[in-house]
């Protein structure tokens, strides 16, 4: 019997063991790769190309100096990782986070201000494009700062133009122009279906924002207003696509579009002759469909108001530190050798984007694998380039207007109902965001 | 004395469940029956609020519809996943050359991630390019637009649920094989032919295997997530495949709202419980177990 016990206790002992190892392991092994440096976690979004270029931006700074290690990990689901790991206690000292989730974590109390930090190491507001900087306070506070950013502008497959819009000058500026630009390049097989669209406006990067195109916004100050005339109107517009080409049409056509990365994407298979999206997607181009004829404009502007011109929606990738981050200097560190001119326009370059530094090189233009860079560039310091709503509700408003154009498209309510409905659920969220996560 | 020793053995043996069962198990489920009577949202301490959360799933039309369209996935994907693995196994259960070989390759499938799977059936059932649609295109048949068409969006995933029957199918071949071949040979005797062996031998001998393949397939069904969560982001089209483990996921980690979908959470508790516990119930004459 006591061979059984001793047995019994071994197991247990071995056990729990296995336990406190699981348990200490993540952070012991973060901590104490190599004795001589101090170790800094860094969780980061990317796979494939975009990983492999951030990764030769941590071994350049891990080569540059002998202190400092930045333990680079590629996370899935990293929004959601790093919000239970700071609340564990037990964040990365690094976080690649999507600008739209600043608001939603300075909210929630788990980010680090990094205004100390920027004073004493030179850098701040004048460095950056104003609307990416933007981007990264609330509040009057800073919470990150950028790595590859990106702002939205029209690809236009050349081989489906008619040939009077063929070239960007002779493209279409104003929304008139545009929707006859669609009317006269869509094409239909002698069936009737629909062959090629010149374009569909729920498709792409920024296919969520369209008031902001008529001068409108989700909110009014601190009110959803996503029903306002504005939105309406946008939305109108948007629907009347569906409207044009015929809802069934218009669903079954889509239904044939394939994977965004891949050479099925509708843009590269020819299903559409213009796709919104951003500098990147030149990347998408080169990968899958090398031999596509493209160039790329700005979005049209409304008739009549030359003030809305050059809107462009952007986001960026962004660096922030946790709060609870067990070396916030030596992270900082690091998000501050990224945000050298030659260094941001490396990682830039590798991932297709355009910079977010005030100051851009004419290397970086001119040798950067997107030919059309200087627009998005360009695009990105217009007074029109607008990001997310801060509000910590951002993902729920674009949930519930996405599935508003939805029912509307599939002919299940009017625009305006459709959007009273998502006015009235999205007001209520706020309300209760307000309450639980703002305490007021 | 030595009774004493013995129980203080067992126990000690029974040790490492015991913890984990309370670590692991018990105390998550505990916070989170405790969570749902608060405001919780993560990084701020829980905030009690009583049955406000309750409540406030009363009127949340998104939740009812998210409930609606998993009871209705549930109500097609179990019977059909049901029947076809019971008629897989019968066949998997013939004398044939090469049985090993095919039982393999019919459980093969549920191995596959379901992301992995998720992505497959996008392109099987790609309006345009899929195979699907080729296919019923080439004997006349209609082409539907089954990613971006609520009729047919809820559809898609009842087919693809069939693909993992791979389990269940594997629990009806025991189950088969253990039916007496006396019984088979009292019923050749009697002079019954496939059907009527099948009907009043193989069914009541399975009967408990099918019990418990359609209450696990009841509880795996209400929790769907990984296949319309890939497939089919934000439940489009218009939420119609917006399922109650979406809504729930969006909430506690989008919304960051962890008291509500707790809440959820123990309504879908409640919803499953009373489910099985009316599937038993139901079952109760029907379900033959040997020896009484």
Same mark, same amino acid.
């Given at each position: 019997?006591?061979?059984?016990?001793?047995?019994?206790?071994?197991?247990?002992?071995?056990?729990?063991?296995?336990?406190?190892?699981?348990?200490?392991?993540?952070?012991?092994?973060?901590?104490?790769?190599?004795?001589?440096?101090?170790?800094?976690?860094?969780?980061?979004?990317?796979?494939?190309?975009?990983?492999?270029?951030?990764?030769?931006?941590?071994?350049?700074?891990?080569?540059?100096?002998?202190?400092?290690?930045?333990?680079?990990?590629?996370?899935?689901?990293?929004?959601?990782?790093?919000?239970?790991?700071?609340?564990?206690?037990?964040?990365?000292?690094?976080?690649?986070?999507?600008?739209?989730?600043?608001?939603?974590?300075?909210?929630?109390?788990?980010?680090?201000?990094?205004?100390?930090?920027?004073?004493?190491?030179?850098?701040?507001?004048?460095?950056?494009?104003?609307?990416?900087?933007?981007?990264?306070?609330?509040?009057?506070?800073?919470?990150?700062?950028?790595?590859?950013?990106?702002?939205?502008?029209?690809?236009?497959?050349?081989?489906?133009?008619?040939?009077?819009?063929?070239?960007?000058?002779?493209?279409?500026?104003?929304?008139?122009?545009?929707?006859?630009?669609?009317?006269?390049?869509?094409?239909?097989?002698?069936?009737?279906?629909?062959?090629?669209?010149?374009?569909?406006?729920?498709?792409?990067?920024?296919?969520?924002s369209w008031p902001y195109m008529f001068g409108?916004?989700?909110?009014?100050?601190?009110?959803?207003?996503?029903?306002?005339?504005?939105?309406?109107?946008a939305?109108?517009?948007?629907?009347?696509?569906?409207?044009?080409?015929?809802?069934?049409?218009?669903?079954?056509?889509?239904?044939?579009?394939?994977?965004?990365?891949?050479?099925?994407?509708?843009?590269?298979?020819?299903?559409?002759?213009?796709?919104?999206?951003?500098?990147?997607?030149?990347?998408?181009?080169?990968?899958?469909?090398?031999?596509?004829?493209?160039?790329?404009?700005?979005l049209p502007y409304p008739?009549?108001?030359?003030?809305l011109?050059?809107y462009?929606?952007?986001?960026?990738?962004?660096?922030?530190?946790?709060?609870?981050?067990?070396?916030?200097?030596?992270?900082?560190?690091?998000?501050?050798?990224?945000?050298?001119?030659?260094?941001?326009?490396?990682?830039?370059?590798?991932?297709?984007?355009?910079?977010?530094?005030?100051?851009?090189?004419?290397?970086?233009?001119?040798?950067?694998?997107?030919?059309?860079?200087?627009?998005?560039?360009?695009?990105?310091?217009?007074?029109?380039?607008?990001?997310?709503?801060?509000?910590?509700?951002?993902?729920?408003?674009?949930?519930?207007?996405?599935?508003?154009?939805?029912?509307?498209?599939?002919?299940?309510?009017?625009?305006?109902?459709?959007?009273?409905?998502?006015?009235?659920?999205?007001?209520?969220?706020?309300?209760?965001?307000?309450?639980?996560?703002?305490?007021? | 004395?030595?009774?004493?020793?013995?129980?203080?053995?067992?126990?000690?043996?029974?040790?490492?469940?015991?913890?984990?069962?309370?670590?692991?198990?018990?105390?998550?489920?505990?916070?989170?029956?405790?969570?749902?009577?608060?405001?919780?949202?993560?990084?701020? &301490?829980?905030?009690?609020? =009583?049955? $406000?959360?309750?409540?406030? #799933?009363? !009127?949340?039309?998104?939740?009812? +519809? /998210? *409930?609606?369209?998993?009871?209705?996935?549930?109500?097609?994907?179990?019977?059909?996943?049901?029947?076809?693995?019971?008629?897989?196994?019968?066949?998997?259960?013939?004398?044939?050359?090469?049985?090993?070989?095919?039982?393999?390759?019919?459980?093969?499938?549920?191995?596959?991630?379901?992301?992995?799977?998720?992505?497959?059936?996008?392109?099987?059932?790609?309006?345009?390019?899929?195979?699907?649609?080729?296919?019923?295109?080439?004997?006349?048949?209609?082409?539907?637009?089954?990613?971006?068409?609520?009729?047919?969006?809820?559809?898609?995933?009842?087919?693809? &649920?069939?693909?993992?029957? =791979?389990? $269940?199918?594997?629990?009806? #071949?025991? !189950?088969?094989?253990?039916?007496? +071949? /006396? *019984?088979?040979?009292?019923?050749?005797?009697?002079?019954?032919?496939?059907?009527?062996?099948?009907?009043?031998?193989?069914?009541?001998?399975?009967?408990?295997?099918?019990?418990?393949?359609?209450?696990?397939?009841?509880?795996?069904?209400?929790?769907?997530?990984?296949?319309?969560?890939?497939?089919?982001?934000?439940?489009?089209?218009?939420?119609?495949?917006?399922?109650?483990?979406?809504?729930?996921?969006?909430?506690?980690?989008?919304?960051?709202?962890?008291?509500?979908?707790?809440?959820?959470?123990?309504?879908?508790?409640?919803?499953?419980?009373?489910?099985?516990?009316?599937?038993?119930?139901?079952? $109760?004459?029907?379900?033959?177990?040997? !020896?009484?």
């Amino acid at each position: 019997m006591n061979a059984a016990v001793a047995k019994g206790l071994t197991t247990c002992g071995i056990l729990a063991a296995g336990l406190f190892a699981l348990v200490g392991s993540e952070r012991a092994a973060s901590r104490q790769a190599n004795s001589d440096r101090i170790v800094v976690t860094y969780w980061e979004k990317w796979t494939g190309d975009e990983m492999r270029a951030m990764q030769h931006v941590v071994n350049a700074f891990n080569s540059s100096q002998n202190r400092i290690e930045v333990r680079y990990l590629s996370i899935s689901g990293i929004a959601e990782k790093t919000l239970l790991a700071t609340s564990g206690g037990n964040p990365p000292d690094v976080a690649g986070l999507w600008s739209d989730q600043v608001v939603q974590f300075a909210d929630a109390g788990a980010l680090l201000p990094l205004d100390d930090f920027a004073r004493a190491s030179g850098i701040g507001e004048k460095d950056y494009i104003p609307a990416y900087w933007n981007e990264m306070t609330y509040h009057g506070k800073l919470y990150a700062f950028p790595t590859s950013p990106g702002t939205s502008a029209l690809y236009v497959n050349r081989a489906l133009m008619p040939p009077e819009y063929d070239s960007p000058a002779k493209f279409p500026k104003t929304l008139s122009g545009f929707d006859q630009f669609v009317k006269r390049a869509s094409r239909r097989s002698a069936n009737g279906t629909l062959e090629t669209a010149a374009f569909l406006p729920r498709d792409g990067f920024g296919s969520g924002s369209w008031p902001y195109m008529f001068g409108a916004s989700f909110v009014d100050g601190e009110k959803i207003d996503v029903n306002s005339p504005g939105n309406l109107k946008a939305w109108e517009w948007v629907h009347s696509f569906a409207l044009r080409f015929g809802v069934r049409e218009t669903q079954s056509f889509r239904s044939g579009f394939g994977n965004y990365s891949s050479p099925q994407n509708p843009f590269l298979s020819g299903k559409l002759a213009t796709l919104m999206d951003g500098p990147w997607f030149s990347n998408y181009i080169r990968l899958y469909s090398p031999k596509t004829d493209w160039f790329a404009v700005p979005l049209p502007y409304p008739d009549g108001h030359p003030e809305l011109k050059g809107y462009t929606v952007l986001n960026l990738n962004t660096l922030m530190i946790p709060r609870g981050s067990k070396h916030a200097k030596e992270a900082f560190e690091f998000v501050r050798f990224v945000q050298r001119q030659d260094v941001m326009e490396k990682l830039c370059t590798e991932q297709f984007c355009n910079s977010p530094l005030t100051n851009v090189s004419q290397k970086f233009l001119k040798g950067h694998p997107n030919k059309f860079i200087w627009l998005f560039d360009q695009l990105a310091r217009s007074p029109r380039a607008v990001g997310p709503v801060k509000l910590g509700i951002w993902g729920q408003i674009g949930q519930e207007v996405g599935n508003a154009v939805d029912v509307m498209d599939l002919g299940q309510a009017s625009p305006k109902a459709a959007l009273d409905i998502a006015e009235a659920r999205l007001t209520e969220q706020w309300a209760n965001y307000k309450q639980q996560v703002l305490n007021r | 004395m030595n009774h004493r020793r013995d129980q203080r053995v067992g126990i000690l043996f029974a040790l490492p469940w015991i913890l984990g069962f309370t670590v692991f198990l018990a105390y998550p489920l505990m916070s989170s029956l405790y969570y749902s009577f608060t405001n919780f949202s993560v990084l701020r &301490s829980p905030h009690w609020i =009583g049955t $406000a959360n309750y409540r406030e #799933l009363i !009127g949340d039309k998104v939740f009812h +519809q /998210s *409930l609606m369209n998993t009871l209705l996935f549930a109500s097609a994907s179990v019977p059909l996943a049901t029947i076809f693995a019971i008629l897989l196994a019968l066949l998997l259960n013939t004398k044939t050359k090469g049985m090993a070989f095919y039982r393999t390759i019919f459980y093969i499938p549920s191995l596959v991630p379901m992301v992995a799977l998720g992505v497959l059936w996008l392109w099987i059932f790609n309006g345009h390019y899929g195979l699907l649609n080729e296919g019923l295109g080439k004997v006349g048949l209609p082409t539907p637009p089954w990613l971006t068409d609520p009729a047919w969006s809820k559809w898609t995933l009842v087919i693809i &649920s069939i693909w993992g029957t =791979g389990n $269940a199918m594997v629990i009806y #071949l025991a !189950g088969l094989q253990d039916v007496p +071949q /006396s *019984l088979y040979e009292a019923a050749d005797i009697d002079g019954a032919k496939a059907w009527g062996k099948t009907r009043h031998v193989t069914i009541p001998m399975i009967s408990p295997v099918i019990l418990f393949n359609v209450v696990m397939g009841i509880i795996g069904s209400l929790q769907t997530f990984a296949l319309p969560y890939v497939m089919f982001p934000g439940g489009q089209p218009a939420r119609s495949t917006y399922f109650f483990s979406m809504y729930l996921y969006d909430t506690a980690f989008l919304f960051q709202r962890m008291g509500y979908a707790s809440a959820m959470g123990w309504v879908m508790f409640a919803i499953t419980l009373a489910l099985t516990l009316l599937a038993l119930k139901l079952s $109760a004459k029907h379900v033959h177990y040997e !020896g009484g």
